[in-house]
């Protein structure tokens, strides 16, 4: 008999919420969608392309207009099939099997999954209660362990909080490692490292299609770095990693940099609105939970009847996401939605509240 190995004798495959709900705001999607004509001019575009041959395998087009977008020479970045692909090459290739990566917790599940995956030694840093990263002692940690790879979300999905540029820079400078620094949030803020990510021999910014830009169906990520880490990310990856219909559609929708602000900009203004009306909900009903500040298009709750808040809004077709630590408790995270979704959540979250 085929035995499986202990690796993966016990995984589980990954379980979003499925069911059919009117509003989900679980995910950090974006809730705009695609101009009709920027979709048809996708379709039109994807029928003249070749169905029997191989995507670019270098995605120029894409990573041109990526770059462009940005202002970043071209050949300091590679594209992926979502960011969620690099994270599962970088961790897999810059880390052999043993070495120390460093995650800082609570953070992106699927890090230390994928650390996991390349056998890397988990190394976990814990956030204080503000939940906001201590680069000292990221610096500290990582020095003192000799971590080979520290990787973390800024701003930080599931916490909201960020770090400055300023932060970042100390931590790149100060140590040896690789970092990872994933920004799949940071089209909210204004803290990107993305400018100056040429300049450092260590740094990697990972940026996705899936949040701001709303083509989490697509599956489009890019990783930003020097040519040198670059070159090895071009070398390591499946060749056909983007498929042509994704690159296609990437290209495209990444041409209009004037929408994407836009639509940028409107998910920010439902983040601040959402934000507010939440920050009010709190004051009406003192004691049940705790908003943190945020930098991203969602907000983070700290709140120990989550559970319960979770399945009622569930049962009124609204979907959040539950997040229970055995060491911190419960908390919920909503994504920002229309300005609609965000009245109902706020109306039903009150009635909730009221019942108790
Ligand atoms: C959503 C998310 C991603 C995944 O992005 P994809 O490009 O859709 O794979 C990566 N990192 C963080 C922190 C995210 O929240």
Redesign the pocket.
């Known amino acids: 008999m085929y035995e499986l190995n202990d690796k993966v004798k016990n995984l589980k495959p990954y379980d979003p919420i499925c069911g059919a709900y009117k509003i989900r705001l679980d995910a950090?999607e974006s809730f705009l969608a695609l101009p009709e004509e920027i979709r048809s001019e996708i379709f039109q575009r994807m029928d003249k392309s070749s169905w029997n041959r191989y995507p670019d395998p270098t995605a120029t087009g894409v990573c041109r207009a990526f770059a462009e977008y940005y202002g970043v020479p071209q050949e300091c970045v590679a594209a992926g099939n979502?960011?969620?692909?690099l994270?599962l090459i970088l961790l897999s290739s810059f880390l052999k099997s043993g070495e120390k990566l460093l995650t800082i917790s609570p953070d992106?599940s699927m890090y230390n999954f994928y650390g996991f995956i390349a056998e890397a030694e988990n190394l976990n840093l814990a956030k204080p209660d503000t939940m906001k990263i201590d680069p000292q002692e990221v610096i500290q940690t990582i020095r003192e362990k000799n971590a080979r790879v520290v990787i973390f979300?800024n701003p930080c999905?599931p916490t909201g909080q960020g770090l400055t540029r300023q932060e970042v820079r100390k931590i790149i400078t100060s140590v040896d490692a690789l970092v990872i620094l994933?920004e799949?949030?940071m089209d909210f803020w204004s803290e990107s490292m993305i400018g100056e990510a040429s300049q450092y021999d260590n740094l990697i910014i990972?940026r996705?299609?899936?949040?701001a830009f709303g083509m989490?169906a697509i599956?489009?990520?890019f990783a930003v770095a020097n040519k040198r880490l670059i070159d090895v990310i071009r070398a390591v990856k499946s060749p056909y990693n983007v498929n042509t219909f994704t690159q296609i559609a990437g290209e495209t929708v990444l041409s209009y940099k004037d929408l994407l602000r836009k639509g940028t900009q409107q998910i920010i203004e439902s983040i601040k609105d959402l934000s507010k009306e939440i920050a009010a909900i709190a004051q009406e009903f003192p004691g049940t939970f705790t908003p943190y500040p945020t930098c991203t298009n969602f907000v983070f709750l700290h709140c120990e009847k989550a559970e319960q808040i979770f399945q009622s809004l569930l049962s009124r077709g609204i979907a959040v996401r539950l997040f229970r630590f055995a060491d911190r408790g419960n908390f919920l995270r909503i994504t920002a939605g229309s300005p609609q979704e965000n009245a109902a959540l706020c109306t039903a979250l009150r009635e909730i509240l009221k019942e108790g």
């Open positions: 950090n979502g960011s969620d692909e994270i992106f979300s999905n994933d799949a949030y990972l996705t299609c899936s949040k989490a599956r489009l990520g």
